[in-house]
Nanobody, 121 residues
Framework: QVQLVESGGGLVQPGGSLRLSCAASGSIFSINYMGWYRQAPGKQRELVAGITSGGSTNYKDSVKGRFTISRDNAKNTVYLQMNSLKPEDTAVYYC???????????????WGKGTLVTVSS
């Protein structure tokens, strides 16, 4: 089993910054894909940013140039640096990891419990 612990959410004014973290622990051989999703009230969950094991990244168009995803493989942790935050960024943010628990096995998908980001003056 793998456990994910998210941190870094909170209340911030428009134009401010936050850094989200998601640390994985447990039965981990390697982590393939690491991503951040968000879900605003009344809306579907959407991909915000993702990063592969090779370091390739992808972003939702509306966050390009403002958000940066990164990973620390030694710590099994993925980060999301969010700058120039806007009220429309308000949502619960979830990390999503594809974890290989044992060599030669397929990756399993795990979700964090979510951390609330509120952008408001």
């Amino acid at each position: 089993q793998v456990q994910l612990v998210e941190s870094g959410g909170g209340l911030v004014q428009p134009g401010g910054s936050l850094r989200l973290s998601c640390a994985a622990s447990g039965s981990i051989f390697s982590i393939n894909y690491m991503g951040w999703y968000r879900q605003a009230p009344g809306k579907q969950r959407e991909l915000v940013a993702g990063i592969t094991s090779g370091g390739s990244t992808n972003y939702k168009d509306s966050v390009k140039g403002r958000f940066t995803i990164s990973r620390d493989n030694a710590k099994n942790t993925v980060y999301l640096q969010m700058n120039s935050l806007k009220p429309e960024d308000t949502a619960v943010y979830y990390c999503n990891l594809e974890v290989v628990e044992r060599p030669g096995t397929y990756g399993m998908e795990y979700w964090g419990k979510g951390t609330l980001v509120t952008v408001s003056s």
